[in-house]
């Protein structure tokens, strides 16, 4: 009955990638690959999005602990991809026989615990927890009367593309939300009735009384 949701997001601009969904037995280790695969693999497949897209595109990963093990460090080791991955409290290890292992572990631990991983990690918190948040929190979304993977990762899909459509409506006009927008509308409104107030308390002391009295007697006229 449960399942695991995994986003891959932009640490730049917010924007989800990559959303996967998997059973609710398997582990963090054992659903990275299928993620990182997913999360660019459709981008390079596009001619006109791979064209913009720099030869390495993941070139970073910045996950939490749950992601830490010798297979995935080594597995992203191999792959050129550095990693930021804070290291569970396991005790002293065995490194015998597990050189590549060891190497892999000690400097995603170097990264990590340096200066630049303690900022991506705070940069994670900020963004990646937003987007749970906008899904399953106040999307609510933590339960789903749908049946199915197939059919829960359609939900998932058009949730997280309304995130991705927000960003970029904030982008080019400076809201991206509807509830955004009628604070706008009602600021706009909020600020032409105080220059109109203003306008008109103005242009009444500048008149004489006469013609004040004139005027506001024709205003009187005119609307009846």
């Keep these: 009955m449960g399942h695991k949701v995994e986003h891959a997001v932009d640490l730049a601009s917010g924007a989800v990638v990559a959303v996967t969904i998997h059973g609710g037995c398997d ?132 949730h997280n593309a309304a995130l991705n459509l927000g960003l970029l409506m904030r982008q080019l006009v400076g809201f991206g939300t509807p509830r955004s927008l009628q604070g706008r509308q009602a600021g706009l409104f909020a600020l032409l009735w105080v220059l109109w107030a203003h306008v008109k308390r103005s242009w009444r002391i500048q008149l004489p009384n006469r013609a004040r009295s004139r005027c506001w007697v024709d205003s009187c006229h005119l609307r009846l």
């Design 27 to 158: 582990g963090d280790t054992q659903t990275i690959e299928s993620t990182l695969e997913e999360s660019l693999g459709d981008v390079m497949t596009d001619s006109e999005a791979a064209a913009q897209v720099s030869n390495t595109p993941l070139a970073e990963i910045v996950a939490d602990k749950g992601y830490h093990s010798n297979a995935v460090l080594v597995t992203c080791k191999e792959q050129e991809i550095r990693t930021y991955i804070p290291e569970p409290k396991r005790g002293r290890r065995n490194w015998k026989n597990k050189a590549e292992s060891c190497d892999a572990t000690y400097a995603n631990r170097r990264r990590a615990r340096g200066k630049r991983g303690k900022a991506l990690m705070r940069t994670r918190g900020e963004k990646i927890e937003r987007t749970f948040a906008h899904s399953y929190d106040t999307g609510g979304m933590r339960r789903l009367h749908l049946r199915g993977h197939t059919n829960t990762l359609k939900r998932l899909l058009v």
